[in-house]
Structures are given as structure tokens and as C-alpha cells.
């Protein structure tokens, strides 16, 4: 009865221009990597007001509305996974762990997974060995190996910044502009909080590093610097 109301709630808000707009800039054209990815057109703050209201959903509902089709089904499930890891207590907190790591397939798209790596996968492996985030950074997936760099946007948080490092080494190669956006992103999270360790993974790789990697990576220098790095 929850999942079929919340989907009924979620339909309420379809706005079919807002959709259209959306299908075209998460790329869900044949061949590109949202392929199939179908929208109803709302907005995040909305979808969050949903979550809270179907925060009790069970996680087979949970499930259910991860294997939809729809993105928004699938966002809106999220948010409600990470407001019931917040709460919960430390085995529970393993349960949605593993639970988010059986669903990578269904966690598929970048904003998915920039919205909820960080808050469960990270978090969960702060005080834990990280093996698995290396697993997923080989994978064959590009949300995997998405997820993977993603998660260490918590361990950055707390001034952690060896896995970032050198999971973004793993993926230096990758082809994959959305590899490319993420770890630059997370090597540019790094910089704001010491400068020094990023400059020394960008000394080490930025003659390499694919243009938009490195664009990322150095948005927040000075001019000067920026100049410097680009010129390789």
C-alpha cells in the first residue's frame, strides 16, 4: 500500500516540460549513458518532501521503487535509505550498507550517486578498512567505479585523503567523462582542504590527466597556476 501511494504522490508532481528538459541533460538518448532513463520532472526539494513522509518504508518497498525505471522512483527511495541510516543503529547501518552495494545497478545515474556514496557508503567506511571501494574502482561499471570515488567525499571531510588519492590513480585512464568530472571533483575537494596534497598528486599526473580531469582539479587555483597546469 506505501509503494503504490508514493508513487501516486511522486506522479502528482510530473511536470512533463521540466521531464522533457531533464531527458536531454541526463543524456538518456540511445547509446548514451542514461539510456532509458525516464523522468517525471521534479525537482529534488520536492522529491525530499516525499522522502520524509515515506520514511518508514520498508526496504523490500525500498527495493521495489530502486528497480523502477523511473528516476524519480529511484532518487525519492534514496533519500529515504539515507535519512534511515542516519537514524539507525550500527547494525542497521551495515544492513543499508550492503543493501546500497547489491543495488549499484539500480543506483545509476551521476546525480544518484553523488547524492548518497558520500552518506552511506562513506560514512559507513570511515572507521573501516575501504578494500571494497578498490574493487569497485575496477570495475566494469561506470557507476561503480563512480561510486568509489564518490564515497571518499566523507573521508575528505574528516582530512582523510589517501583512498582519494589513489583510487583516483586507478581511474587516471579512464574514458569516461563522468570518471573524469568525478575525480577531478573529489582531487579539487582535497585542494580546499590542503593544497599541498593535491599539488603533489598533480605534479606527479597532470601531464596525463584527461583535460577535463585536470580542469576540475584546478578550477579553485589562481590564474597563474591554473595557466601553468594547462599548458602540459
Known amino acids: 500500500m506505501h509503494l503504490e501511494k508514493i508513487k501516486k504522490d511522486l506522479q502528482s508532481l510530473a511536470n512533463p516540460e521540466k521531464a522533457r528538459l531533464l531527458q536531454g541533460f541526463f ?3 540511445k547509446g548514451e549513458y542514461g539510456e532509458g532513463d525516464i523522468f517525471l520532472g521534479i525537482m529534488v526539494p520536492q522529491q525530499r518532501e516525499i522522502a520524509k513522509r515515506y520514511k518508514d518504508l520498508s526496504l523490500n518497498d525500498i527495493q521495489q521503487l530502486l528497480k523502477s525505471k523511473i528516476h524519480e522512483h529511484r532518487l525519492t527511495s534514496l533519500f529515504i535509505l539515507i535519512d534511515n541510516y542516519q ?3 550500527q547494525i542497521t547501518k551495515e544492513e543499508i550498507f550492503k543493501f546500497y552495494l547489491k543495488n549499484t545497478k539500480n543506483i545509476n545515474n551521476w546525480d544518484l550517486i553523488d547524492l548518497s556514496a558520500p552518506k552511506i557508503v562513506g560514512h559507513y567506511l570511515l572507521d573501516k578498512p575501504r578494500d571494497i571501494l578498490y574493487k569497485l574502482a575496477k570495475s566494469k561499471s561506470l557507476w561503480e567505479k563512480r561510486i568509489s570515488i564518490l ?3 566523507q573521508f575528505i571531510r574528516n582530512n582523510q585523503f589517501e583512498d582519494t588519492l589513489r583510487i583516483s590513480e586507478i ?4 574514458s569516461h567523462d563522468l ?6 571533483w573529489m582531487l579539487r575537494e582535497v585542494g580546499k582542504k590542503d593544497r599541498k596534497v593535491e599539488e603533489s598528486f598533480l605534479k606527479k599526473h597532470y601531464k596525463i590527466m ?8 584546478i578550477e579553485k587555483f589562481p590564474e597563474g597556476k591554473r595557466k601553468f597546469y594547462m599548458k602540459k
Request: no cysteine; glycine share 12%; proline share 4%.
Open 171 to 174: 581511474l587516471l585512464n579512464d
Open 27 to 29: 543524456k538518456t538518448g
Open 87 to 89: 537514524k539507525a543503529d
Open 179 to 184: 570518471i573524469h568530472k568525478g575525480v577531478g
Open 210 to 217: 584527461p583535460r577535463t580531469m585536470l580542469r576540475y582539479a
Open 151 to 153: 564515497a571518499t567525499a
